[in-house]
């Protein structure tokens, strides 16, 4: 709440500019997130350009499109999160070095980083290693929900979402990461579409039978609020080959999103 009335003051005159000092530091990972998600939504929403300094270099790569590193009190690195992958300093393996805890730290998934050196591990591993398919998922009402809940409890949310998927692709050989903050991916090695989309409509059916009643029962004992919350989940497929740009495939997956979960949940004040 505190940094929330922090950001509104800031934002009352309109600024083009909002600098975020250190805005996560001594924060668990879900509140870590929830103050990422908040900064990410008003950003985009009123069009300002943030500037985010923090100690926290997982939060940095998260949330930015454009890095500045300092090292022993000197710019070492400028550029985007995905050129600092080819960055070669002592800083970029400190930066990994953290990346490994955060992991653990949210739901167990990888990182977009490990995600990559897992995908190159089995590709150089197993030669036969010649398709794949891609699952995207999504929370299509991310901003309703923070609106409703607060950022934290949607957090919470998208953390229980992404726990599932690593629990259900996890078992036959799928490997997932947050791809974005309202996104988890999975990438399944040796499969194709066909296979995919019944996968994924299995994990649809286990999220309703199990999923919907942890989230609904979260909210309801948790969350203080006057509305239902309604949660939609989206869901694309699409195949790939190791020639192919994984970024490419991911967006040929995200392109192809279908509601596969529509469902609400009363909070413990809700009327309705």
Known sequence: M????????????????????????????????????????????LGFTAV?????????????????????GKVIYEGTPEGFDDFDHPFRYEFLHSLESLQEELTG?????????????????????????????????????????????????????????????????????????????????????????ALTAAFAKDFKENGIAEMRKFVRAEIDCKDAVAISMMAGVAQGTPSMNIETVVAAAGSNHNKILEFSARCKGSQT
């Not at 309109?14 to 908040?38: C, H, K």
């Not at 985010?52 to 022993?72: C, M």
């Open 109 to 197: 998934l990888y990182t977009r980083r490990h995600f990559k050196i897992r995908y190159q591990s089995e590709l150089h591993a197993n030669p036969g290693f010649d398709t794949y398919a891609m699952v995207v998922f999504s929370l299509e009402n991310l901003d309703e929900i923070q609106s409703i809940l607060g950022h934290t409890a949607a957090q919470e949310l998208v953390r229980t979402l992404g726990i599932y998927i690593s629990k259900h692709f996890g078992d036959v050989g799928g490997f997932s990461t947050r791809y974005r903050l309202n996104q988890y991916t999975t990438l399944l090695p040796y499969s194709d579409i066909q296979e995919a989309t």
């Open 52 to 72: 985010l300094i923090s100690h926290d270099l997982p939060d940095v790569f998260f949330i930015s499109n454009r890095v500045i590193a300092l090292y022993e």
């Open 2 to 45: 505190q940094k929330r009335a922090a950001l509104a003051r800031a934002l009352v005159i309109d600024p083009e500019i909002v600098l975020f000092d250190e805005p996560t530091t001594g924060q668990d990972p879900i509140r870590r997130n929830a103050i990422l998600s908040m900064i990410a939504e008003y950003q985009h929403r």
